[in-house]
């Protein structure tokens, strides 16, 4: 079977479906996925068929605007800015796309290349899925996490709040979109596709976030893509840094304090309340850098700052996390069986530091809040017992899954169900034995 992957943005929105292209590919399956140039020379160590596009997504994310953005929280204004970045390199996207899916048996898109996905595969005619990181589809029981009320406690109104949120989308690039389907020869769109109403497959945990009774069938729930040892090591990031087998080894487990591409405009602020909290607490701290440029002075022997690192060799070396909410982070720090406080600012954030409050499994409150006091007050909920077994309870759970293969299977299953031909040949375990694993598959 010959698959397209339209990813898109910064390395945490490229890395889960590089883990499922690493996935089909193993099994047999012919497989291109798209990147931003940001990510390409990471994503070819792969050995998958990678084919890099602009924008640098990830520079715009990093420069002293994009910052700014990203400290407001705004998250309105900063997809307009995102979408807008997308248009100016509009032609080279579509070229590369239309590459990627030259050929292609079945076409899988992202949340961020949704609506790309469907026109790609509607030029092609072959079926269209997308692979969800996060939430996108109508449901009575929870509200959008682009608004800042997260339940309005009546189903209308939270099914309104996605309508509004993926129409907001959908009107923020509509020029965008119908120029490709324009390039692809086909009709514009006069009117907001129910992209949400098409195939999904969800890449987290029901053990975080079970979908909903009232979504549509075509909507699957895999798991989360966890990076494999060996492909791990294709990427070269098997080894930890210089130093931290050592630290972690000469003391207690830390507390990991990460906050990945959130800009911390005041690094040394930061390290100075560390510090505190490695006082107050009687603590040791991880502190992972991320983007953010830590300067490496003196420090007491309680801290240790490192660059990235394989968070699934680390953080079940450690005690609890304290991050910014992203997707893979939560999945790393959970799956690790960490109570972890979520410091969000935008985005899915919110509704991941929401879930880890409601799970038991530790708190949140607004990145713009973090100061030592709050930051103290959280970080001794986290120490609690009762929290820490919950914690625990899920990370049971969550190692107990395959999210990777499940995602896989659930790839091929929905292919079969369009009459595609699937032949796994190599990934160590029969067709027929994954995929009656799973009566909740698609399929006839």
Not at 85 to 91: G, I, T
């Amino acid at each position: 079977m010959r698959v397209a992957i339209l990813g898109y943005g910064s390395r945490g929105d490229i890395q889960p479906v590089l883990v499922v292209a690493d996935a089909l590919k193993r099994r047999g399956h012919e497989v291109r996925l798209t990147v931003n140039v940001n990510s390409a020379d990471w994503a070819k160590r792969s050995g998958i068929d990678i084919l890099p596009m602009h924008p640098d997504a990830e520079a715009f994310l990093k420069s002293p605007g994009g910052k700014q953005l990203l400290a407001k929280g705004k998250s309105s204004t900063l997809f307009r800015e995102l979408a807008a970045l997308e248009e100016r390199h509009n032609d080279d996207i579509i070229r590369v796309c239309r590459e990627a899916c030259r050929g292609a048996d079945l076409v899988c898109s992202t949340i961020v290349t949704v609506f790309r996905g469907a026109g790609f595969a509607e030029a092609l005619g072959a079926p269209h899925v997308c692979l969800a990181t996060l939430p996108m589809f109508r449901t009575a029981s929870f509200a959008s996490y682009l608004l800042p009320i997260r339940d309005y406690h009546a189903g209308r109104l939270n099914r309104l709040s996605w309508d509004l949120y993926i129409a907001a989308y959908w009107l923020g690039q509509r020029r965008v979109f119908n120029a490709t389907r324009r390039a692809l020869g086909l009709p514009e769109w006069k009117h907001r596709p129910r992209v949400e109403d098409g195939a999904f497959i969800h890449m987290y945990s029901k053990h975080v976030l079970p979908i909903p009774d009232d979504v549509p069938r075509s909507h699957w729930q895999g798991g989360y893509a966890t990076m494999s040892a060996e492909l791990r090591e294709r990427l070269g990031e098997r080894a930890l840094p210089p130093g931290l087998d050592e630290w972690l080894a000469a003391g207690p487990p830390p507390v990991f304090f990460g906050f990945g591409s959130l800009p911390v405009l005041d690094p040394a602020a930061v390290l100075r309340d560390v510090v505190l909290l490695c006082e107050k607490h009687s603590i040791r701290a991880l502190v992972g850098a991320g983007w953010t440029e830590y300067a490496r002075g003196a420090l007491p022997e309680t801290v240790f700052i490192a660059p990235a690192f394989d968070h699934d060799r680390v953080l079940p070396r450690c005690r609890a996390a304290v991050h910014h909410g992203g997707a893979g982070t939560t999945a790393a720090s959970l799956r690790a069986g960490l109570p972890t406080l979520v410091c969000s600012l935008f985005s899915d954030q919110p509704l991941w530091g929401q879930r880890i409050e409601q799970l038991g499994a530790g708190t949140t409150f607004p990145f713009q809040k973090l100061e030592p006091k709050r930051l103290s007050a959280a970080l001794g909920v986290l120490l609690r017992p009762e929290v820490a077994e919950r914690a625990r309870q899920i990370g049971q759970a969550l190692s107990a899954e395959n999210g990777t293969e499940r995602i896989a299977d659930l790839v091929e299953r929905f292919a079969q169900s369009q009459g595609i031909s699937v032949a796994v040949r190599a990934a160590g375990v029969s067709a027929s034995q994954c995929l009656s694993s799973y009566t909740d598959l698609p399929g006839k």
